[in-house]
């Protein structure tokens, strides 16, 4: 499957962004969907992770409460809606995808995801 992430831009703190991450050449619904965040010299953290059903999703403790992913398997879409943002959410932001037979998993690290998009940068000024 690839993934294109778009939805990234230069916000102020306390404002809203929602990420958008589309797949294509595979079969959307069978893969468990993650966001990842990195800033320079920082491994990949883990953001938000969603199980193949969409019915169960897991938030970062640094962003409960202020982001929530979500899907739309008909679409091929996996979303990231950001409120509240504050400086620290600042980095480049991936999406990424995994086969699961189970519909309920979600996946936390980095290494279980097999296919990434590139990537969009969300810069939150002070």
């Known amino acids: 499957v690839q993934l294109v992430e778009s939805g990234g831009g230069l916000v102020q703190a306390g404002d809203s962004l929602r990420l958008s991450c589309e797949g294509s050449?595979?079969?959307?619904?069978?893969?468990?969907l993650g966001w990842f965040r990195q800033t320079p010299g920082k491994a990949r953290e883990f953001v938000g992770g969603?199980?193949?059903?969409?019915?169960?999703?897991i938030h970062a403790d640094s962003v409960k409460g202020r982001f929530t992913i979500s899907r739309e398997n008909d679409m091929s879409m996996v979303y990231l809606q950001m409120s509240s943002l504050k400086p620290e959410d600042t980095g480049i932001y991936y999406c990424?995808?995994?086969?699961?037979?189970?519909?309920?998993?979600?996946?936390?690290?980095?290494?279980?995801?097999?296919?990434w998009g590139q990537g969009t940068q969300v810069t939150v000024s002070s």
């Open positions: 990424a995808a995994q086969t699961t037979m189970s519909l309920i998993v979600i996946l936390t690290q980095a290494t279980e995801y097999t296919y």
């Open positions: 050449g595979g079969t959307f619904p069978n893969y468990a």
């Open positions: 969603v199980s193949r059903s969409g019915n169960s999703a």
